[in-house]
């Protein structure tokens, strides 16, 4: 999967760039891995410089039955929103901190809120741009390259169907279940990851993601979460996934 020429190329290129090629490397870290075409429909605005909650690129009511409007509304337009401004406040609270116009003291209180908010953020960005409605990219099995890929690392399709409900089923307390790309082995792998800890700081490339924290299924599911994760299996974007994979590995 890993192609070394590309590897060697970017590198290559890198070297020659200095502080240009870093910066360079740092946007396309930034794009990765198949959010979307641009940063605003990855939740930034450049303009204003600050982060922002993305439309959904579905009707709310759109994942119905296997995932309810009512739910949608709330976890999109509240709870994904409060991660985003509480996000922005940590951005700017942290810039006062700096200018000395808040207690250096507060840096720990702060670092945690950026942390905590920043991995909300793109964690749901990532979460409603991986799922789509039935007939538009939802459900089924993926196919190509990743297929391959997942036949190879865990056997089929079926074992990786179980081991990523069986991780995510598992979170305890709240927290998300995920399908990741690890560069160093270049092998898939899945995992849990508890509260908003998110994998990018770990350099796992996150590829499907699930939300497992209660508000993302209590209305329709209650304690069924097993339920709740057999849905999700029915409106993951397959292609979707298989364009962050085939950036992952390029
Ligand atoms: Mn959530």
């Given at each position: 999967?890993?192609?070394?020429?590309?590897?060697?190329?970017?590198?290559?290129?890198?070297?020659?760039?200095?502080?240009?090629?870093?910066?360079?490397?740092?946007?396309?870290?930034?794009?990765?891995?198949?959010?979307?075409?641009?940063?605003?429909?990855?939740?930034?605005?450049?303009?204003?410089?600050?982060?922002?909650?993305?439309?959904?690129?579905?009707?709310?009511?759109?994942?119905?039955?296997?995932?309810?409007?009512?739910?949608?509304?709330?976890?999109?337009?509240?709870?994904?929103?409060?991660?985003?401004?509480?996000l922005?406040?940590a951005m700017?609270?942290l810039?006062?901190?700096?200018?000395?116009?808040?207690?250096?003291?507060?840096?720990?209180?702060w670092s945690h809120e950026l942390s905590f908010n920043g991995?909300?953020?793109?964690?749901?960005?990532?979460?409603?741009?991986?799922?789509?409605?039935?007939?538009?990219?939802?459900?089924?099995?993926?196919?190509?390259?990743?297929?391959?890929?997942?036949?190879?690392?865990?056997?089929?399709?079926?074992?990786?169907?179980?081991?990523?409900?069986?991780?995510?089923?598992?979170?305890?307390?709240?927290?998300?279940?995920?399908?990741?790309?690890?560069?160093?082995?270049?092998?898939?792998?899945?995992?849990?990851?508890?509260?908003?800890?998110?994998?990018?700081?770990?350099?796992?490339?996150?590829?499907?993601?699930?939300?497992?924290?209660?508000?993302?299924?209590?209305?329709?599911?209650?304690?069924?979460?097993?339920?709740?994760?057999?849905?999700?299996?029915?409106?993951?974007?397959?292609?979707?996934?298989?364009?962050?994979?085939?950036?992952?590995?390029?």
């Amino acid at each position: 999967m890993n192609n070394g020429e590309t590897r060697l190329s970017r590198r290559a290129a890198i070297q020659a760039g200095g502080i240009a090629g870093l910066a360079g490397l740092g946007a396309g870290a930034l794009a990765r891995p198949g959010w979307g075409p641009s940063r605003q429909d990855l939740g930034y605005d450049a303009q204003s410089g600050k982060y922002v909650l993305p439309p959904l690129p579905y009707a709310y009511d759109a994942l119905e039955p296997h995932i309810d409007e009512q739910t949608m509304r709330i976890h999109h337009d509240k709870h994904h929103l409060g991660y985003v401004n509480k996000l922005n406040g940590a951005m700017e609270a942290l810039a006062k901190v700096r200018a000395g116009e808040i207690d250096g003291g507060l840096i720990d209180h702060w670092s945690h809120e950026l942390s905590f908010n920043g991995g909300g953020h793109i964690n749901h960005t990532l979460f409603w741009l991986g799922i789509a409605p039935a007939g538009e990219g939802g459900g089924g099995e993926p196919s190509g390259t990743l297929a391959q890929a997942i036949n190879r690392d865990f056997g089929s399709f079926d074992a990786f169907r179980g081991h990523f409900k069986a991780a995510a089923g598992s979170v305890k307390g709240s927290g998300w279940g995920w399908l990741c790309y690890e560069p160093v082995s270049g092998q898939l792998v899945v995992t849990h990851m508890h509260n908003q800890e998110n994998g990018l700081f770990g350099g796992l490339v996150p590829l499907l993601g699930v939300d497992v924290w209660e508000h993302a299924y209590y209305l329709r599911y209650q304690n069924r979460r097993g339920d709740y994760l057999s849905a999700f299996m029915d409106v993951v974007n397959w292609g979707k996934i298989q364009r962050r994979f085939d950036e992952a590995v390029a």
